[in-house]
């Protein structure tokens, strides 16, 4: 199983990236996905997560209103859609897949498999 995160790069507080996570070597269908991020000194911290059908999305609330979290299982790829980035938005993002369809996604826990993360830095 391979989940590669993409996208990620330096902006400037305001501005927009888009996130990618490519799943290869699972169902993707069958996975629930969710974004966690881990800025330096601070532990990992939920983001935002989608259920498999697209049904339910949970956000954090440091980024609701401004992250959009979406997947396109034809092409076995999550996205997550990052506006109005804040310097407190700096961390590296990962990507995680979760086969148990039930509880609270924001649990990092709970799933199974994880990318390897893309930097994201906003300068103020």
């Known amino acids: 199983v391979q989940l590669q995160a993409s996208g990620g790069g330096l902006v400037q507080a305001g501005e927009s990236l888009r996130l990618s996570c490519a799943a290869s070597?699972?169902?993707?269908?069958?996975?629930?996905m969710g974004w966690f991020r881990q800025a330096p000194g601070k532990e990992r911290e939920f983001v935002a997560a989608?259920?498999?059908?697209?049904?339910?999305?949970r956000y954090a609330d440091s980024v609701q209103g401004r992250y959009t979290i979406s997947r396109d299982n034809a092409k076995n790829t999550a996205y997550l859609q990052m506006n109005s980035l804040k310097f407190e938005d700096t961390a590296v993002y990962y990507c995680?897949?979760?086969?148990?369809?039930?509880?609270?996604?924001?649990?990092?826990?709970?799933?199974?498999?994880w990318g390897q993360g893309t930097q994201v830095t906003v300068s103020s």
């Open positions: 070597g699972l169902t993707f269908r069958e996975y629930d």
């Open positions: 989608i259920s498999r059908s697209g049904s339910r999305i």
């Open positions: 995680a897949a979760r086969i148990y369809p039930f509880g609270e996604m924001a649990y990092s826990t709970k799933y199974n498999y």
